[in-house]
């Protein structure tokens, strides 16, 4: 594919990402609203300005590093999800989910910014923890008599569509480092902002 064809898919995925920004609620994933099967799973994560940054983010990140980190990062991050999700399912409390879903964006905002590339065999366990954070939120607001399977299926394709979309963006930003790094403050000033209204 030629550059040019490159960036306008990149262009469209960033604008398809960028378009649910636009209309999410900031704690909108987290108020407990009816999430019964892989529909409600789905949407979850569309619903709040954090998930959605964090795992863009995280897409756009495995972009720029090198190395078997690219795919492990986002297998790293739906993997600790769909424990955080069972460990929410159970009933087992956790502290300070919220402030390490807002810490996450931070961070992979800040990461986007400095270009890992090829030394970020640590990433995959980032993912992983981060992922547990937020896989805890979705388990929690599962409501009682819910399909834990169904929806858990749900909010896994949801969270690989949107690394995928973010993974494009970051193919598309390899060659604009101005606008990467751009992008990661974006992201991590966001993530600021959502820290301090915790």
Known sequence: MRCSGLREVATACFAGAVAPLLVADGAGAHTGLPAGGAADGLRHPLLGLDHLLAMVAVGVLAAGVRGRAAWLMPVGFVTGMIV??????AGLEA???EAAIATSVVTLGALIVVRVGDRGAWLPLVAAAFG????HAHGTE???????????AGFVAATAALHLAGAAIGVGLRRTPNLRVASGVLVAVVGVLLVTTL
């Not at 547990?132 to 896989?135: D, E, Q, R, S, T």
């Not at 599962?142 to 858990?152: K, M």
């Open 132 to 135: 547990l954070a937020h896989g």
């Open 142 to 152: 599962l409501p009682t008599g819910a399909v834990p399977v169904a929806y858990t």
């Open 95 to 97: 502290p300070l989910v």
């Open 84 to 89: 955080g999700g069972c460990l929410g399912f």
